[in-house]
C-alpha cells in the first residue's frame, strides 16, 4: 500500500496526544503520515499503532527548533514524488512563572519552541507545497494567543508572536494556493497530561468539558476539505461550557 | 418521508443566493428545511426546486424584523415534535452611503435588517432549541463586522451589533447545548447578485476568486457537525486570493 | 466674557456624573460649552454652577435620539461664528437581561440612545466642524463594546455599534481634520449613580478604584490637545487594580 | 541641579529621532534622563544637548538584548535615592523579506531587539520601580503590532510578541502602582532615517502627514501624568489623514 499524499505533524508526544490523535486520523484518511518529534520510543510508538491499523506511518526523529531537523523532514516527507496535503505544527511548551521570576533561558525557550519551530515548519512546509500550488499548513494556537494574563506572560508573549506568523503566511501564500490556518485552542485537551496532572479537574468538567483530541482532529480535517473559495484562516475551538 | 430533524433558514431569495444553497445543502442532509423569506415567490421557488430533488421543504412568509413573522416561523419549523437542528440568520442589508448623506431611516432599515431580525430570530430559535439542549444558529457576517469604512459605517455599525449579539448568546447559551456561531464571509459571493451588478469583475476574479456558495454550505454544515467538546464560536471564510 | 470656540457635551445628568464632569473642565479651560441633556433642572444646574465659576455656559434641551433636537443643539452651539472645538457623546443607556427575556423594546431603546443618537450626534458636529477643518468628537464607550456577556448583550451589541460607527467617522472625517476618538472606559465611574446604587461597592474599592470622572475628563483633554500629526483614535482607560 | 526623578529612554539614537526626542521632552519637564543606547557617539551627543539646554542628562552604554547591560542600567538611573517616574522602551528593529528568503538569524535578531529586549527592559523597570509602587513604563508599537503582512512576517511577530508582554505586565503589576502602556504608532516618524531614505515620501506627505516626534513625546508624557484612577493600557497614534 502507497499514498501519493502524506501529512506531516509535529510535536507528537504519548499515544493520547494531540499530535498523536491528528497523526491516527490524517492516517485513516489515507495519508502517509510523518510522525515527527524529539522521543523516538513516542513517535515509533505512535506509527506503529497507525501501522498495526493498517494505514500509512513514518515516524522522523525532528527538533522543531532545529533547522537542518525540519528540512530534512520536509524532504523525507516529499520523497517518491509524495505531495504533502497537510503539515499541522503542534509543538507547545508553556513555562507559567510571575514575571519577575522569568528567565532570559525560559523566555528564550518558549520563544524557539512557539515561534521558531513554527517559523522554520512553516517556511519548509511552503517550500514543499509551493510547487503543487496545494497543501494546509495547521498551526495550533491558544487562549493566551489572543491575551496575555500572569503567570503566563512569557508563554502568551510567543503564542501572540505564533499568530502573527500564522497570519502574514496566509497572506503571503493563500493566493499561491496554500492554506495557513490558525486554530485557538481555548480549553484543556483531554489527554495523557491532563488526566495524569489534575484528575479531579478531568473529572469534574465531565467529559464534553475538556477537549476530545479526535474532535479538534475532525475539525482540523474539515479545514483541510474546504474549497479554495472558502477558506478559513483563523477560528476558535473551546469546549460548550468553557466560560470565554 | 418525513423528518424529525428542521432546518431554518432566513433571508432566502434567488436560487442563486446563499440562502437557497444553504437550504438546498441541509435538505440533501435530510433535514425539513423552511424556507423563510419575504417574497412569495422567491421562497416558493426555491422549496419546489429541494421538493423536486426528493428532499423536503416548507416555504414559509416570514419579515425578519416583525417579531410576530419570526415566533411564527418557529412554530411552524417546530410542529410535528420535530427538533431544530440549524437555524440560519442570512438576511443582510447594505446601504453604502458617505455618512454626511446617511439619513436616520436608512440606518435604522439596516439595524432592524442586520441586528434587530438577528436578536429576534436568535431569541426564537434558542426558545425552540432550548429543552433539546441541542441545535446550531448560525449568523453570517461580514468584513465589515471586524472593521468599518466609509462609505460602509452604518452598515458596519450594525454588523459590528450582530457580531455582538452572537457572541453574547454564544456565552449565554453553549453551557445548555446551543451552538452558536459567528462566520465571518470577507469575500465576494458568487451569487445572482455578483453576476448581474458586475459581471466583468466576477469574470476577473475568476471561479475560486469568489465565495462559491456550496463552499460555504459545506463549513457551516461542518460547523453543525462539531462535538460539543470542540465547538466554533467565530471564523472567517474568504476566496484564497482575497487580499486582507 | 466670550469664547470664540464653544465645546457640545450630550448626556448631562447630575451634577456629580461624567457629563457634568467633562463640561466643567472644558468650560474651566475656556470653552463656552453647551450642556445638552434631556432633564432642565439637571442642565440647568450643572450650567449654573459653571457660570458661578466665572466660566461659560449654556444650556440646551436635547434628546440625542431626536434628530431635530440634535441638528438644534448644533446650531446653537455654532451661533456668532463659534468653532465647536470638542463635542462629547456621553449618552449611555443600560437594560441588563437575560437574552430570552429581552424584548424588541427595550433592545431598540438601547440601540437609540447607545447608537443612533451617537450618529446624529457626530453627524451634527461633523456638519459643524468641516468647514473649519478642525475639531474633536469624542463617544464614550464601555468594556461591553469589545465583548459582549450576558447579561449584557444586547447593551454590547449597541456598544459596539457604536464603536464601529466612532471607527467608520475616524476614517472618512480624519483627513479632513476632525478628530474621532473611541474611549473605553473600562471600570465603575465615581459617580452619583454608583454611590446612591452600590455604596459598599464604592467604599471597598478605594478612591482609585472607581473611575474618577475629572480623570477621565483630564484624558479627554489631553486627546483633544493632540496634534494631527500624531491623532490617537481609540484608548482604554481603567482604574489601576481593575482586573481585565 | 539635581531631581528625585528620573526617566529611561532606551533605543537612542540620532538626534532627530524618536528616544532623542523622548529623553528631551523627560528632561524638560523636570527628570534626569538616563540615555541608554549602543553608540557612545550618539547618547554622548544627546545627553550633551539636553544638558547645555540646561536639564539633565547621563549617556548609559546599554544594549538592550544583554542582560547585564539591562540591569546596569536601571541601577545607574536608581543611584542617589532617585525613583524612575518613566521608562520608555524605543529600540525597534525591523528587516522586511518575504518569508521565503527570512532566516533563524534575521528572525532572532528581530526577536532579541523587539521582545527580549523589552522583557528585560520591563522586568528591571518594574524591579526598580515596585518599592515605590509607582512608575510609568511605555513600549512602543507600531502598525505590524496588530496586523502581519508580507514582507514584515517575521518582524511583525516579534511586535505581537511585545505587545502581549506589555499587555502581561499590565495585568500583573497595574494593580502594584505601575503603569504598563502599549503605544501602537501607526505612520511613518519625521526623523532622520525617513528623510534620509525616502525624501520624496517625506515631502509629498506634508509635515502633518508624518508622525512628529514631539507630538508622540506630548501623549507619552500625558499618559504618564494619568491619574490611577483612570490609566491607558494601549492606544493608537497616526497622522490625521492616515489611511487605516
Known amino acids: 500500500m ?8 509535529i510535536g ?7 499530535g498523536a490523535t491528528l497523526a491516527a486520523y490524517f492516517a485513516a484518511k489515507g495519508l502517509h503520515v510523518f510522525i515527527a518529534g524529539r522521543s523516538p520510543d513516542k513517535i515509533n510508538a505512535v506509527a506503529e499503532t497507525i501501522i498495526n491499523s493498517g494505514n500509512l506511518a513514518t ?10 531537523d525540519v528540512i530534512h523532514l520536509f524532504e523525507v516527507a516529499s520523497l517518491k514524488q509524495r505531495r504533502i496535503s497537510i503539515a499541522a505544527y503542534n509543538v507547545d511548551s508553556n513555562i507559567p512563572a510571575p514575571l519577575l521570576e522569568t528567565g532570559v533561558e525560559s523566555y528564550e525557550k518558549l520563544w524557539r519552541q512557539n515561534c521558531l519551530g513554527a517559523f522554520l515548519f512553516g517556511r519548509e512546509a511552503i517550500n514543499s507545497m509551493k510547487k503543487f500550488q496545494q497543501g494546509t499548513i495547521i498551526f495550533t494556537g491558544a487562549t493566551a494567543s489572543l491575551r496575555a494574563r500572569p503567570p503566563f ?7 501572540a508572536g505564533l499568530r502573527a506568523l500564522a497570519q502574514g503566511m496566509a497572506r503571503e501564500f493563500g493566493p499561491l494556493g496554500i492554506h495557513v490556518v ?7 485537551l483531554d489527554g495523557e497530561r491532563a488526566r495524569k496532572q489534575f484528575p479531579d479537574f478531568v473529572k469534574n468538567k465531565g ?5 476530545q483530541l ?3 482532529a475532525q475539525t482540523y480535517w474539515a479545514l483541510h476539505n474546504q ?18
Chains 1, 2, 3, 4 share one sequence.
Open 2 to 9: 502507497t499514498s501519493k499524499c502524506s501529512a506531516v505533524v
Open 12 to 18: 507528537v508526544g504519548p499515544q493520547q496526544g494531540l
Open 59 to 68: 515516524p522522523v526523529m525532528a527538533d522543531a527548533t532545529l533547522e537542518d
Open 153 to 159: 506572560t512569557a508563554f502568551a508573549s510567543t503564542k
Open 182 to 188: 490558525h486554530a485557538i485552542l481555548d480549553g484543556v
Open 207 to 211: 467529559q464534553d468539558g475538556l477537549m
Open 214 to 216: 479526535e474532535a479538534i
Open 227 to 244: 474549497p479554495a473559495s472558502a477558506w478559513t484562516h483563523e477560528l476558535d475551538l473551546r469546549p460548550y461550557k468553557e466560560p470565554f
